[in-house]
């Protein structure tokens, strides 16, 4: 008989008697301890059957091992001495430059690849990193092609282009565009030549270019690829030189960052994110620029059930509309007014499960949205439908659904798509017999 050998990692196991689901409940304390992810209960089984973990991964379970057998091990005493798989630059942003993130999104690399959901401290590294002095900026090429005022004035016009198909036809019909103008920018920061003042407003497009990218894949469902666009976005940030003008489209991205990681549960990414975004330099930021960041504050709030935050911030958001003069406010915040403001409000009130006191809110914005922008109309008819069917009264919630199903068909939004599903399916289990509700959810099934 052949005698099996076997693997180092699962001695020191039978000497500790654990299990490797027990192997993996240490090993995630000390990632819970530096903000990583958790892995799988049952990760460790492929590591005792001969597979090498990730570089990361190994220290920590070097560390589980030296915490609790007071052994001071290397990866080659577990066998784990093969040369490791070269990490790439979007894999973890925040381990590398902003140049070699620049590089690494150039080409196929963003739509080929699949990326993981970052948490912890892999999302909110890059937003912390901005609070410190700043360090080494990012250079031109020093022999590249000249960027142009004209070049600038193209590239600026593309960028709000970009935002505007977003907000009238949805993310999915420019998606592939947009992708294509993001890594093109990057392309001109890094391979091109400029002087200060060109670089400073290059550096600022790409920001505002990462936010409305990131924007679009989160609003089409690409969560994993959204968070690579922002965070390449904030470490352009980082190592930009300084300009308000960048300094607030700085704070926009950090926002809309926080409200992708508020969407996903990621509660305490939001708030760093958002409180990074508000403390950092406040007195640069425009009236209309402090109601942005309230306005992801709200639903935050109303997320993390916390009743205090969403009326702070929903006061906060419309006092800071109020104060906003006409003059000095960034393009990209005309979006938000003060009926928007109680969309958001009204929205949280419903994650906090009072859709009677969201419906005033809710109410107010189905009036007012516009179909300049197609998506939040939707949005704010869905929230309307959604609250009056969880307050009990689905005859009423007919009205809002029936133009929701309209405007539906104008907009490409994956996200609103599926909540709008979402509520016809609420409507039909409620089992309404109501000729407005049948006609309703006949339209739904056409």
């Known amino acids: 008989m052949t005698a099996t050998h076997e693997s180092p990692l699962r001695a020191h196991m039978t000497a500790l008697g654990w299990s490797p689901e027990q192997l993996i409940a240490r090993i995630n304390e000390v990632r819970r301890q530096r ?13 005792v059957q001969g597979r090498q973990p990730s570089t990361a991964t190994m220290t920590d379970i070097i560390a589980v091992l030296h915490l609790h057998r007071g052994l001071r091990l290397t990866p080659a005493d577990l066998g784990w001495d093969r040369p490791a798989r070269r990490s790439h630059a979007l894999d973890d942003p925040y381990a590398v430059t902003a140049r070699e993130l620049l590089l690494a999104s150039q080409g196929d690399d963003m739509k080929r690849r699949k ?18 002095p700043a360090g080494e900026s990012l250079q031109p090429a020093l022999n590249g092609d000249r960027v142009s005022t004209s070049l600038l004035a193209n590239i600026e016009t593309s960028v709000r282009r970009s935002r505007e198909l977003d907000d009238t036809e949805g993310s999915r019909p420019a998606l592939l565009w947009a992708g294509g103008l993001w890594s ?6 890094t391979r091109c030549s400029y002087g200060d003042a060109e670089g ?25 690829r959204a968070q690579r666009v922002y965070l390449t976005g904030l470490r352009v940030a980082r190592e930009a030189g300084p ?25 305490t990414e939001a708030a760093t994110l958002i409180a990074t975004a508000a403390t950092r330099n406040p007195d640069a930021l425009p009236s209309r620029v402090r109601a942005v960041i309230a306005q992801r504050e709200i639903t935050l709030a109303g997320r993390r059930g916390d009743v205090d935050g969403v009326e702070r ?15 000095d406010q960034p393009w990209w915040t005309e979006w938000l007014t003060p009926t928007a403001v109680d969309g958001a409000t009204g929205r949280a009130w419903l994650a906090l499960r009072k859709p009677d006191h969201a419906t005033s809110y809710l109410t107010q914005r189905a009036n007012t949205a516009t179909n300049a922008y197609p998506r939040d ?16 009264d689905p005859i009423a919630a007919c009205e809002p659904l029936d133009h929701a199903l309209d405007v539906a068909t104008t907009v490409d939004s994956p996200r609103v798509s599926t909540y709008l599903q979402n509520v016809v399916r609420q409507l039909r289990d409620a089992r309404c017999t109501h000729p407005q509700a049948r006609d309703v959810l006949m339209k739904a099934a056409s």
């Open 313 to 327: 911030a929903s006061a906060h958001a419309h006092e800071q509309l109020q104060d906003a003069s006409h003059d």
């Open 243 to 267: 300009d308000p003008a960048l300094h607030q489209a700085t704070a926009n991205l950090l926002a809309s960052t926080a409200y992708q990681e508020s969407w996903l549960g990621h509660h």
């Open 35 to 47: 903000g990583a992810a958790a892995l799988h209960a049952k990760t460790a089984y492929k590591w």
């Open 184 to 189: 093109l920018l990057g392309q001109v920061v």
């Open 377 to 392: 109309r939707l949005l704010a008819l869905c929230d309307l439908a959604n609250a009056r069917l969880r307050a009990g």
């Open 115 to 132: 990326f993981v959901l970052l948490t912890g401290s892999a999302v909110t590294a890059c937003a912390l990193d901005l609070l410190l």
């Open 200 to 224: 400073r407003q290059l550096h600022r497009l790409y920001i505002e270019m990462s936010e409305t990218y990131g924007w679009m894949l989160f609003d089409a469902g690409e969560h994993a």
